[in-house]
């Protein structure tokens, strides 16, 4: 193990060539590139088994260009409401079908679903103009992660460690160095010539998430304490159709994409009223007209007996989770649920952010691409295309390890008090979605900001001198819900995800929770 103060490298000192933190598809992307251009890998990740890590969630599939780029940047910027970086834009569609076939077809030999005559059998999901999303059933996060995993586990440049959360960058006059993780109760430094993070998302900041239960900011968290650049923090995309009830799950914008309609309480279809595209409008649009719906007439349906296909035989492992909770028949109450983050740690083409020898990827990455909304099946294919453009760049800059003074976490006073962390995690979803969901109005964004700068201190008081994960995912959770309310009240105007409302009403008051009692 490594000592965590020695300022000179000695036989117990850890370092790495490239140092990722994350496991996903941007995180196993990132590895596999910078092990291909001949550095030593270590990826450390929370994650235990593969559903630990958000990849493994993501259901649609993985767009392509299908041989139309120009239609498909189209339909990016168009879902953004006009808001994404053409530049970015080109950058991921000019890779795409490159990154596709180099790494899931040819590397990992991922067998995507195929029509009757071999064909790709692709799916068109909401906002899309053409058939050209690449799917395994509705899985396909699952069908892609495990093989990678197992690729990049096999790789003898790549170490992958499981069950390990990183608490702190190390820094030194502006550049990063490498990671605090948890593999010590004080911190055990792993000095890197480059550190990417792939963190994930922030599923973990409100009550119902598409996302696994330790998405909870850390990586940009750790690159903002640090004094990297976030941008479009408040654009949290919600996905309109997750089921309503207990135990969200995700219902596959392919359902839609392939036929299935929306109902109201009355038994109405009504996206045509909110939009001409009907179910197949962005996802912001379909969400506010969902909730809206659900307000005015008590639930909104998804109805698949309208689908092209035979839902059980095309879609399986939506069906089986439907029956898992009791759903039968052709209706699926939905609602909506937190899904992506279309903003985070500010990055360039190559994934290079503010701080020198610190990059990042995926949903913890701002790349530009998704600007206010982001286009369905659009998530796997930037963490792939930036993942291998970071890990290459990462090599290319020529860093080399270096041995700094890594910071000094304190783990000298007793535990937490009982449910500290839970209780407070609690407290902060709660404002989270009270004032930072769907709709916000500008006095609530200020009372929600008051609330969790209150919350913030009082997890700083304990993590002074206390080190354990949950702490620090509940600091992280805390930095990046006040990121969010922070760029949604410097924002007054309603584009994309953020939408803002003001009627002149009296803000309501806190949420109430038993963290406060």
Known sequence: MTDTQLPTQDATTETADVLVVGSGIAGCAAALAAAQEGAEVLLVTKAAKPDGASTDWAQGGISTTRGDPESLKADILAASDETADPDAIDVLVDHADDAVEDVLLETLGIEFDETGDGEFDYTREAAHSDHRILHVDAATGTHILRPFLNHIDAHDRIEVRQDTAALDLITHEGRVHGALTDEVSDGHPVFAGTTVLATGGIGALYTRSTNPDDATSDGIAMAALAGAEVEDMEYVQFHPTAYAGENPFLLSEALRGEGAV????????????????????????????????????????????????????????????????????????????????????????????????????????????????????????????????????????????????????????????????????????????????????????????????????????????????????????????????????????????????SDGDEATAEPESPADD
């Not at 038994?267 to 969400?287: C, I, N």
């Not at 990455?365 to 294919?381: D, E, I, K, Y």
């Not at 992280?476 to 105007?493: F, H, P, T």
């Open 262 to 501: 929306l109902r109201n309480g009355h038994g109405e279809r009504f996206m045509g009223d909110y939009h001409p595209d009907a179910e197949l409008a962005p996802r912001d649009v379909v969400a506010r007209a969902v909730e809206t719906e659900r307000e005015e007439t008590g639930e909104v349906v998804l109805d698949v007996s309208t689908l092209e296909a035979e839902f059980e035989a095309e879609y399986p492992a939506i069906a089986e989770k439907c029956h898992d909770r009791g759903i039968e028949g052709d209706v699926i109450p939905v609602a909506p649920c937190e899904h992506f983050l279309c903003g985070g740690i500010a990055v360039d083409e190559n994934g290079q952010t503010s701080l020198d020898r610190l990059y990042a990827v995926g949903e913890c990455a701002r790349t530009g691409v998704h600007g206010a909304n982001r286009l369905a099946s659009t998530s796997l294919l930037e963490g792939l295309v930036w993942g291998l453009r970071a890990g290459k760049d990462a090599v290319d800059s020529g860093a080399e390890p270096e041995i700094v003074e890594a910071p000094d976490l304190r783990n000298s006073d007793p535990d937490l008090p009982e449910r500290f962390a839970a209780e407070k995690s609690i407290r902060l979803k709660r404002t989270m979605d009270e004032y930072l969901g769907l709709e916000r109005d500008p006095e609530e964004i200020a009372r929600a900001s008051a609330v969790l700068r209150r919350l913030k201190g009082e997890v700083d008081a304990y993590i002074r001198t206390r080190t354990a994960r949950d702490l620090y995912e509940l600091r992280n959770a805390c930095v990046v819900a006040l990121l969010i309310a922070r760029a949604a009240g410097e924002n007054d105007e309603s584009v994309g995800c953020h939408y803002v409302v």
